[in-house]
């Protein structure tokens, strides 16, 4: 029995190094056996091999067997026996494809409980209770491949029988999960085979009789003859043993098994000895001897950690005007860890900040910094430049509102809103609009031009019609202290009656008091038919306005003006106009569309590793423009598998920028992914994908150059042939 | 040994320097002289051809021929990128050895993969005629000249670009060397160097 101690003691010290790497993940729910526990579970067991063995496991495992869960415990601890490989938070793996499923049973798509030994397959030992409800036994399944399999038993049909796929028979080959024959053969994935023939050799030996065993004890629940030919596919039990075996042998036991073998023995008590040792199977079946089990290495534990590694904010560097406000947003790596922070602002007569709201106070530099709650070291900061913004104090100016202030009416009357360059903003009832016509038509009741915004005290209000297409109209002037607001239905009629002007082309002017601030223009001809048509309405502003030309732009603010995306993600930036009352709009370009684009809106979006600078190009005049910074990294990649990591790594570190580099890279990648378990390569097979697409590439551009170099016009020879 | 044919090249110094050079009106005797030294039998002849993709990918093929009493033998070797795949991880290169004998315009004997037959069989060769070359010097045992025939002057259908070539040699060839860029963009530089 030394030999068994031995290799006890070997894999206690392998599971302790996960232990440790899950300890410094943060896994604390459960983790892999430590070396304590197992070798305590195993003391008991002295025997090397043959029926001895397998009756002492039976006894073990019957004898531990202290909480026998229901049917209804399956869907209750699927999550935490069987958490996704992605992490989401409730939702499990799926046995044959290892995809991530959440919902619970309601139809395709969903998982169900798979009894790994089919319940029709049990001499009626079990239905949905005793071994029937064994978490080590029921693993969750995809709704359709459960169906698939149905009654199925373990075999052979990738060669003659049909594709079982996942969810809607997309033949996604995420979702392929075996192969069938019929209603009698079910072939898993070669990944997959080990795990379900490790299952059935545990449901042999805890549930069969003792005596069938050469064990003692009865488990508690059922008990009766079971053979693998009742759910091996198989001429007789040997051939079925032989395939076990060869199944155990092709699938070594992964980190994903080891895990989940711990986690059901925190809740029932025994363990899969299966899967602690899969050398078991060839010493009581195969005529072997029980060796060191594997080492399982450090590989990922299911669930990603959820320990918090860093903080990012929306932004790094931020230029704002006095009373300008600002959102800050924390991003925490990995994602499924906590953002919450607290706030705090190195000078809060510059800049403020509120659960991550900034608002700008005065001209001048402060720093905001986000402090994790969840760990107190881990920060990260926004600079904030806040401008005097040159308008704040100026005196009289002109707002001019025309053609260009309304969007296209196209055909038929439209109540609409309006804005001046300025800033001015308002609603009318007009016939047409941008560039075509300011036609108030007269046949309609409402027919007029407001405002719901103000620059200041109004001064005057000088109307031209439009030139060729219109006769001269009255028209009658309200102002008020009040917005007009919206009137679709009716003219406005508050405020002080400035009287009626007739206006025409060259223009006419109502000189009024200066104590209002709102106006209202209304068509005063009373008619069944024709139009009027305008060609502009200056207001003069006696106060509150800009000074001078109010449509001047002097500079244009981007926010953030640097930033961090992680490819794959997007935000939007926003320009403002110095001085506000100036146009803001821009053109956006990127300096690198490869690394981050920007649409029309501002949204960045990031593609790839690098920087890029985002230009925004005012549309009044091109020499004025503002710069934003965007630095895109990498989708942070968090695993408990050193090999999953390095294999990452090297995937991201392909370069293809010289054929040398890039067969040097792809190499380290290809060796990188030798070391992957099966489990492993899960994890990162979007990786894997990334990989083949570089190799093919690769080889695409090889037998290129190759070709090149055979081209058959080369004069490979041809000084020389002379001489042959 | 074999039998080396001696092409009575009777040249002045001065003379070959004034006709290559452009200073006689007879250009088309001294190419037809170069053409002569190609057609004299050298014991061996080695061709180094060199495909330059970047800074650090290039193939280089070498061939080495020898000519002894009408047989010739040609020893390979040449150089190939590898193709990678997801179960392992190769050298960026392989090389292809081996050798062929020719006898007349038979192959009599190949040992190695991949041997060029096509190229051991098809080539016309070279051919130095004044209208192939642009911006040439022909001097002092030398010749540097561009080519713009290129097709003319390597006797075979070449889409290469930019060809340049660069020859030295006494009674017989010391060496040529051919550069172009093919049709794809990268290098290609044949080198020969011949012993009498």
Wanted: aromatic fraction near 8%; hydrophobic fraction near 35%; proline fraction near 3%.
């Amino acid at each position: 029995m030394q030999k068994i101690f031995k290799s006890i003691l070997s894999f206690c010290l392998a599971v302790a190094v996960c232990v440790s790497t899950a300890a410094v993940l943060g896994v604390t729910q459960h983790s892999v056996a430590d070396a304590a526990t197992v070798d305590t579970y195993y003391s008991k067991i002295t025997a090397s091999g043959g029926t001895q063995l397998l009756g002492q496991l039976h006894d073990l495992i019957v004898e531990t067997h202290k909480t026998y869960t229901s049917y209804d415990d399956c869907k209750k601890y699927g999550p935490t026996t069987d958490p996704a490989l992605d992490g989401t938070s409730g939702a499990v793996m799926e046995f044959y494809t290892h995809e991530t499923i959440k919902k619970f049973v309601g139809g395709v798509g969903d998982w169900n409980r798979e009894h790994v030994w089919c319940q029709s397959l049990s001499n009626g030992l079990w239905g949905q209770g005793g071994g029937g409800s064994d978490l080590h036994h029921i693993r969750p399944s995809e709704s359709g491949l459960n169906s698939t399999r149905g009654n199925c038993k373990y075999g052979y049909a990738k060669d003659t029988g049909k594709e079982a796929w996942s969810r809607d028979n997309s033949k996604n080959d995420s979702k392929l999960g075996g192969w069938y024959i019929g209603t009698s053969i079910f072939e898993p994935l070669d990944n997959v085979k080990g795990d379900a023939a490790r299952i059935v050799m545990y449901v042999y030996t805890h549930y069969n009789n003792a005596s069938n065993v050469g064990g003692t004890k009865e488990s508690a629940k059922t008990h009766g003859n079971l053979n693998f030919t009742n759910v091996i596919s198989a001429s007789n039990e040997a051939a079925a043993i032989k395939m076990l075996l060869e199944w155990n042998k092709l699938d070594p036991v992964d980190e994903i098994e080891l895990y989940r073998n711990e986690a059901v023995y925190k809740i029932q008590g025994n363990r899969n000895p299966f899967i602690d040792n899969s050398s078991y199977a060839d010493a009581i079946w195969g005529g072997g001897t029980v060796v060191d089990p594997p080492t399982p290495g450090p590989g990922p534990t299911p669930g990603p950690s959820d320990t918090l590694q860093s903080i990012r904010l929306n932004a790094t560097s931020l230029n704002l005007a006095i009373n300008d406000t600002y959102n800050l947003t924390v991003t925490p790596t990995p994602s499924n860890a906590s953002a919450s922070a607290t706030w705090s602002t190195s000078d809060s007569s510059v800049a403020t900040v509120s659960n991550g709201k900034i608002t700008a106070k005065a001209a001048g530099t402060a720093t905001i910094t986000a402090t994790s709650t969840a760990n107190t070291s881990i920060k990260a900061t926004a600079t904030v430049t806040v401008r005097q913004t040159s308008s704040s104090t100026v005196t009289s100016g002109k707002t001019i509102i025309n053609r260009d202030s309304f969007t296209n009416a196209s055909s038929g009357y439209a109540f609409q809103t309006w804005k001046a360059k300025s800033g001015v903003e308002g609603t009318a009832f007009i016939y047409g609009g941008k560039e075509e016509s300011m036609q108030f038509n007269i046949k309609q009741k409402s027919h007029y031009l407001a405002s719901t915004t103000t620059l200041g005290t109004i001064k005057s209000i000088t109307v031209k019609a439009a030139a060729g297409n219109s006769e001269d109209r009255p028209w009658q002037l309200l102002t008020s202290t009040t917005a007009y607001g919206t009137m679709e239905n009716s003219n406005p009629s508050d405020g002080k009656d400035r009287g009626t002007k007739t206006v025409t082309e060259s223009g006419v002017t109502w000189s009024i008091d200066g104590n209002d601030t709102y106006f209202a223009l209304i068509y005063a001809l009373d008619a069944t038919s024709g139009a009027a048509y305008l060609d502009s309405i200056e207001v003069e502003y006696a106060s509150g306005g800009s000074s001078g030309d109010t449509d001047k732009l002097e500079e244009l603010l981007i926010n953030p003006s640097e930033f961090e995306l992680q490819a794959g993600d997007s935000t939007k930036l926003t320009v403002s106009a110095i001085p506000s009352t100036a146009s803001a709009a821009v053109t956006w370009t990127s300096s690198n569309p490869s690394v981050a684009t920007v649409s029309e809106d501002g949204t960045v979006t990031a593609h790839k590793a690098g920087t890029a600078t985002i230009t925004a190009t005012s549309t009044v005049n091109s020499a004025i423009t503002a710069t934003a910074t965007v630095t895109v990294t990498e989708e942070a990649f968090v695993s408990g598998s050193t090999n999953a990591t390095a294999f990452h790594n090297a995937v991201a570190a392909i370069n293809d920028g010289t054929l040398a580099e890039w067969h040097a890279t792809i190499s380290a990648a290809v060796k990188a992914y030798k070391a992957l378990s099966a489990s492993d390569k899960t994890e990162v097979s979007s990786d894997v994908e990334k990989l083949n697409s570089a190799i093919s590439n690769y080889n695409d551009t090889v037998k290129a150059y190759n070709g090149a170099a055979d081209d058959a016009d080369k004069p490979a020879l041809s000084g020389a042939s002379r001489l042959i | 040994m074999k039998v080396r044919k001696f092409i009575p090249v009777i040249l002045a110094g001065c003379a070959a320097a004034a006709i290559f050079g452009g200073c006689t009106t007879d250009e088309s005797t001294s190419y037809d002289e170069l053409n002569a030294k190609l057609d004299l039998e050298y014991s061996q002849i080695v061709l180094t051809v060199t495909n330059t993709y970047d800074e650090n990918s290039v193939l280089t093929d070498k061939y080495t021929i020898k000519h002894v009493e009408g047989v010739v033998t040609v020893n390979y070797s040449i150089e190939r990128f590898a193709e990678v795949s997801l179960d392992s991880a190769t050298d960026e290169k392989t090389t292809i050895v081996g050798e062929a004998v020719v006898m007349g315009e038979n192959v009599i004997y190949i040992d190695g993969k991949e041997a060029p037959l096509d190229a051991l069989a098809a080539g016309t060769g070279l051919s130095f005629k004044q209208e192939y070359f642009v911006n040439a010097t022909l001097a002092g045992g030398s010749l540097n000249a561009d080519v713009s025939n290129p097709s003319g002057f390597m006797g075979v259908l070449l889409n290469g670009t930019s060809m340049k070539v660069s020859a030295t040699f006494g009674d017989a060839f010391n060496d040529i060397k051919i550069t172009y860029n093919a049709k794809d963009g990268h290098q290609v530089e044949y080198l020969y160097a011949f012993t009498v």
